[in-house]
């Protein structure tokens, strides 16, 4: 258009939107915000919702994180200080600089909610009619009786020692878990109405009248004897059991270890034993048939334990043991590795006939455990048997269900896997006295985290957990460019000279301020965190914000479908699919 010297163009202005151009006819995939699961989630076996305790935590809510906590696990205190955390081991950030520390950010949350006097009401089932027996107060039978109030069941445990916790209260030491912090823990549990009928052994006898006075019950009684070495010369007196001198020294007993003792085994119980020794001012030493790195006892013990003076020989196995001048004299023989066995670990083998002599004052055992008593044990080869991951029902005709859990259906045994029993054996009698038994399989899987077997009890109850898609977040899907390399948090510990001398606590809380920061680094893979970059991007304004997560969402009606949203969200929150979706 030519316009003449001076003279003003013209503009034809409009003041019509442009609304009725719906852009989102041009669309052939469109993006979807899908809430997914966390490798952490999924690894943990109690199912805790990491990413989401990490998410409320680097906001400061950390009564809410808490509660999430408790969901899943009503033992944070606990496992905050004496869970292997295999969480950590498959955390997504370990591939960018180093997993969250989600052990310490647990412990932090349970201990600011004893410190402030948190308490927490909860939003039950109206209560059943059944009532369940517990058996043995322990981890699994701490984590069904939680599991069934908030199911509605009222429930009575039954637990042979003096105190409840099982082996939290009577195979753990006091330097890494006080016993106070069991203490509160169990009370939070009895708050709901829980009874718990201390000093109350239940022998087959008693048993069977359980059986008829009770709707069900559950047996979690552990493995609480150690199993001999089975060498030439083994007597009660000669060779001693570690869990039970575990448990005379926190029954405040000093049982005799003067001199030099030996340990035998390479778990969490041998170096526990080892380090309690160096505390009531013996010496000792861990002698184990493989290497060092093939001791399933966690690292950072095996290492503390070494700081404190604990020796460590490996590839040695014990074949007998003679008195000798008013001592013990400890025949070895020399192992070697050839090859690997079927868990990664090398494979030991006799090295020739070379053996080695020890003279010593005492020797313990703690090479693995068995139960109390045979019956404890559920009966696999009966008819009405049923089994799942991490317990197992019986029905039978003549009396009550009868489910087993704990150590006596897990093949790892630890504190996490506990837990996990008891939470599954009480989905499993809920969904069996509300649905009937063949619903059991098909209930359990609608709540199975990522690719299992951790179950969530949140998506079991019907909770916004359970609408997750089942895609668990890789490393790869994770948009690291928003994310910037940071140092984990170091959990302070006491000092050698200050712990190898006492029981006081070993490993401190961290701060407030470490808290925020150490969540804060947390991918919290796979959840929206309502970081905005999607509406930040979005070139058509066609990402609605409505105050909160659960209300944000696509105008489609503009929405291009050309994926910007999807590619610049941090934690892959958001997937592009097709028309079906």
């Known amino acids: 258009m030519n316009v003449a010297m001076g003279q003003k163009p013209f503009v034809a202005i409009t003041y019509e939107t442009t609304e009725s151009n719906k ?130 069941y009222p429930c009575d445990i039954f637990e042979a020692l003096p105190e409840a916790g099982g082996i939290l209260r009577w195979g753990i030491p006091e330097y890494r878990l006080p016993l106070a912090v069991l203490q509160s ?25 359980l ?91 095996i290492a503390m334990a070494l700081e404190e003076g604990v ?99 897990n093949e790892a045994k630890n504190v996490a896997q506990a837990i996990a029993s008891g939470k599954q054996a009480a989905m499993v009698l809920d969904t069996y006295f509300e649905r009937g038994i063949d619903e059991i399989k098909s209930r359990l899987e609608a709540c199975v985290v990522g690719d299992g077997p951790a179950l969530s009890m949140e998506a079991y109850l019907g909770g916004p957990r359970g609408g997750r898609s089942s895609h668990l977040v890789q490393y790869g899907e994770i948009n690291t460019d928003y994310f910037q390399n940071e140092t984990r948090v170091t959990q302070p510990r006491l000092a050698v000279e200050d712990r190898s001398c006492s029981f006081n606590e070993i490993e401190l809380p961290i701060t407030a301020e470490s808290a925020l920061r150490e969540a804060g680094r947390c991918f919290n893979c796979g959840l929206c965190d309502e970081c905005d970059n999607c509406y930040v991007f979005c070139p058509d304004a066609a990402v609605i914000r409505s105050g909160n997560m659960e209300n944000r969402h696509i105008n489609y009606d503009y929405c291009k479908g050309c994926g910007v949203c999807a590619v610049e969200c941090p934690r892959y929150a958001l997937i592009m699919g097709g028309e079906g979706l």
């Open 23 to 152: 852009t989102g006819s041009w669309r052939f995939l469109k993006p979807l915000y899908q809430d997914k699961q966390s490798p952490c989630s999924a690894g943990c076996p109690a199912g805790e919702d990491i990413g989401m305790i990490e998410m409320l935590a680097r906001q400061g809510l950390f009564k809410e994180a808490w509660e999430t906590i408790l969901r899943e696990n009503p033992l944070p205190g606990v496992c905050g200080r004496v869970c292997f955390h295999p969480c950590e081991s498959v955390c997504n950030r370990k591939d960018f600089d180093s997993p969250i520390a989600v052990h310490a950010l647990e412990r932090f949350l349970a201990d600011a909610a004893v410190g402030a006097a948190l308490t927490t009401k909860w939003e039950r089932l109206p209560q059943k009619n059944q009532r369940i027996a517990v058996i043995g107060a322990g981890p699994a039978g701490l984590s069904m009786a939680w599991f069934l109030s908030m199911l509605g």
């Open 185 to 209: 823990e169990i009370a939070r549990i009895e708050q709901l109405g829980v009874r718990m009928r201390t000093n109350n052994a239940v022998v087959s006898e008693t048993f069977d009248e």
């Open 211 to 301: 059986r008829r006075s009770y709707s069900a019950v559950f047996l979690g009684c552990g493995h609480a004897h150690g199993a001999p070495l089975g060498i030439a010369g083994e007597t009660p007196e000669s060779v001693k059991d570690g869990l039970d001198f575990l448990r005379r020294a926190r029954q405040g007993e000093r049982p005799l270890c003067d001199g030099f003792s030996v340990v035998i085994g390479g778990g969490n119980t041998a170096v526990d034993v080892a380090r309690t020794i160096t505390r009531f001012g013996g010496n000792a030493a861990i002698l184990y048939r493989r290497r060092r790195e093939d001791m399933p006892a966690f690292g950072d013990e």
């Open 311 to 409: 020796e460590l020989e490996e590839l040695v196995a014990p074949s007998a043991i003679e008195y000798h001048n008013g001592r013990l004299r400890l025949l070895l023989r020399k192992m070697k590795i050839k090859g690997q066995d079927k868990d990664g670990r090398g494979r030991i083998v006799f090295d020739g006939k070379k053996t080695v002599k020890k003279v010593i004052d005492h020797v313990f055992a703690a090479t693995g455990a068995t139960a109390a008593e045979p019956w404890y044990s559920p009966p696999l080869a009966q008819r009405g048997v049923m089994g799942f991951s991490h317990c197992v029902l019986l029905l039978e005709a003549g009396g009550a269900p009868v489910i087993y859990g704990g150590d006596l259906t």
